[in-house]
């Protein structure tokens, strides 16, 4: 979870977090009824040339996209003469936004672009149409198959075309010496002997619950309810919290994370970085980043879905198929070093991309539950509250426990 995830470098930073509802949550497309930027609308709103022009109504596709991946979106859309109205839903209150619209079931998109995190609620709901045969069976890769499969899975049909693969990894410059191992304790060891007067916290990681999931699971903890329960979860956040301040910057105002982060790397500020693919994108400096597996790191991916309530869901699948073919993963890998899903897009894509796909294979998957995005809403002040010293990691766990346990009994859902 996330970092997309999305409207910004990094779409993972707020994943799974609920936020209220705006009073109105029909589909409402985020430019006037014509497909995203100018190119788009000469073509579908009469502006170019009229023999040319796409024919038939615009396939709705609701997604997460950051500003930057719109715009190869579109380019790869005008350039296959689809038609398609594109709307944009912030990621950190996507599940909840896309939950309302589909719930009315009467004004929905043909396709959705999701984190696989939301797939089994969706899925529970029945809110979600089966794959056609043909997209199942593509050289989807292991990591691939494994967010669209198991739990959301039913009598061996998928839900969910897999788009891209990510989680965190430990980045460095290509000069620095990797890690002992990809054990936690060896990746801060090898960051503090990085430590000089002027750069006094080469350790890049955020106060953040995706963050923290490699040190709950080291301490023999896991993000769900039944996870946080013993003395393991409150070693984890003595052990996180005490980062800050020793190796790691005390953390930036809420919501400047990525552009703190980018710029300590460039700056050479930062000697280990632990992030995902969608932060690398924004990178100019690519042939200097060498990439390592981070321990117990998770490890999830966005997927592409069609509800059963769509207009035209034989259009959303084949804008699913065009944007999981081989040709348009490999171009948002080289332009975002995004790590794609097929294994005939790897083998074309850049070695970055092929590394960071190679650390990502030791990394676990969260857990497949309906409640798994909503546990970072309980997480993520606690943890702020413990690198803050506002409260002790005991207090702090006592009160995910407490939150986690209300999961469990069905109340606090969206």
Request: with cysteine.
């Amino acid at each position: 979870m996330h970092a997309n995830r999305e409207g910004s470098a990094d779409s993972r930073e707020l994943v799974g977090r609920s936020i209220s509802p705006a009073p109105d949550l029909r589909y409402r497309p985020s430019v006037p009824r014509c497909p995203t930027l100018l190119a788009m609308c000469l073509l579908a709103c009469g502006g170019g040339d009229d023999a040319s022009a796409p024919a038939g109504p615009p396939i709705r596709f609701l997604h997460t996209f950051g500003a930057e991946e719109t715009e190869l979106f579109n380019a790869i859309v005008v350039e296959r003469r689809l038609t398609v109205e594109s709307s944009l839903v912030p990621f950190a209150r996507g599940q909840q936004v896309i939950s309302a619209i589909l719930a009315g079931g009467t004004d929905c998109p043909d396709l959705m672009r999701i984190d696989a995190t939301w797939l089994p609620g969706l899925r529970t709901a029945g809110y979600l149409a089966p794959v056609p045969a043909d997209l199942a069976a593509r050289d989807w890769t292991p990591e691939a198959k494994g967010l669209v499969a198991s739990a959301w899975r039913s009598n061996d049909q998928l839900f969910a075309v897999p788009q891209t693969v990510d989680g965190l990894v430990v980045v460095r410059d290509s000069s620095r010496p990797a890690p002992a191992s990809p054990a936690i304790t060896d990746v801060v060891a090898a960051a503090r002997a990085t430590k000089t007067p002027s750069s006094p916290y080469p350790l890049g990681v955020r106060v953040d619950g995706y963050w923290f999931v490699p040190w709950l699971r080291a301490e023999g903890g896991e993000l769900r309810p039944t996870g946080i329960g013993d003395v393991g979860a409150v070693v984890a956040l003595e052990k996180f919290a005490a980062l800050y301040g020793d190796v790691a910057s005390p953390p930036p105002p809420s919501g400047t994370e990525a552009p703190d982060e980018l710029r300590r790397w460039n700056a050479h500020e930062l000697a280990y970085w632990i992030t995902g693919p969608w932060q690398l994108g924004a990178l100019r400096d690519r042939d200097r980043l060498a990439i390592t597996p981070l321990a117990h790191a998770p490890r999830g991916g966005q997927v592409l879905v069609v509800p059963t309530c769509a207009r035209a869901p034989a259009e959303g699948w084949r804008l699913a198929a065009e944007l999981t073919d081989t040709p348009a993963l490999a171009r948002f890998a080289a332009a975002f070093a995004t790590v794609p899903t097929r294994e005939s897009a790897l083998a074309s894509s850049p070695p970055l991309v092929r590394a960071l796909y190679e650390a990502l294979k030791s990394a676990e998957p969260l857990p497949r539950a309906v409640n798994t995005p909503l546990l970072f809403d309980d997480l993520n002040p606690a943890l702020a509250a413990a690198v803050a010293r506002d409260a002790t990691p005991t207090e702090a766990i006592d009160g995910v426990r407490h939150g986690w346990h209300r999961l469990t009994r069905g109340e606090g859902h969206p």
